[in-house]
């Protein structure tokens, strides 16, 4: 199977814990069935003093978790809702499978912390036997694929109300704010919000000739015909403008600055769910 992680964990995450904290183990999310909150690929760092990063459920299956760490062996496998060995229920019903891995190994914990601050998409194998991770390859019955991208940057462009509203969301979601003069990656998010479109256009450009997965802008649908004329008049072709993503947001003629902040994220974030999926 191949699953990701899901796109929101946070700076102190469980693997950035683990390499803090040596000696403890790493809960993996395998498999999910049914409307359980996270996706495969979730982690949850625990230690038997009970301290714990991360989260895999709503509260109803992490505590059974924590009571494996004693369990023989490198991995322990557990099973959650119908089908499992416990009466454990879960609310949103279907079932849930955990690989407990024991002694998660360091330089593989280390391994997805580089990919994650250089910004790189990881993909590993892990075997749930053993424990032991590999670099993606041709996986057997025993190991689990796991595609891991980093969380998605926003490149912000613009002065008002709505550009420090968005920037104090993205903040607040602990995820990374690139700098205006930085290029792009394939896991950036560029807006500009100015209510001066001529002042977008260059940002819009250099965002365009980039790797950016989502390039929006601020302003009504005659304000998008507008600066997809001026684009078009500087050589971009009608392919590369359908990137352009104009009115932005999940909500029309919104007018308050942290609506439309708001809203605009919840697009971004929407698409890069599906990008990650």
Known sequence: MSMSLPIT?????????????????????????????????????????GARVGRLGAGCIDADIAAHLDAPGPVTRLTYGVGGPLDLPLPCGGTVQIALIHSPDSD???????????????QWCVNLRTG?????????????????????AFQIHGEGDEAQAL????????????????????????????????????????????????????????????RLAALSDQGFDDATLRR???????????????LIAASALTQILAAYEALTA
């Open 9 to 49: 964990a946070p700076t102190d995450c469980p693997v950035k814990a683990l390499l803090r904290r040596p000696c403890g183990s790493l809960a993996l999310l395998t498999d999910a069935q049914g409307g359980f909150p996270r996706r495969p690929g979730a982690m949850m760092a625990l230690w038997p003093d």
């Open 108 to 122: 593989w914990l280390g391994a997805i912390w580089d990919d994650r601050i250089r910004r790189r998409t990881g």
């Open 132 to 152: 032991a991770p590999c670099r993606a390859g041709d996986p057997d019955a025993d190991d689990f694929a796991l595609t891991l991208p980093p969380p998605p």
């Open 167 to 226: 920037a104090t969301l993205v903040a607040a979601m602990d995820l990374p704010l690139m700098g205006r003069e930085a290029r792009p990656d394939a896991h950036t998010a560029v807006v500009t919000l100015f209510h001066d479109h001529d002042r977008e256009l260059p940002a819009l450009a250099a965002a365009l000739r980039s790797d950016a997965f989502y390039v929006g802008a601020l302003g009504s649908r005659r304000a998008q015909a507008a």
């Open 244 to 258: 352009l993503t104009g009115p932005i947001g999940v909500t029309e003629r919104g007018r308050d600055p942290r």
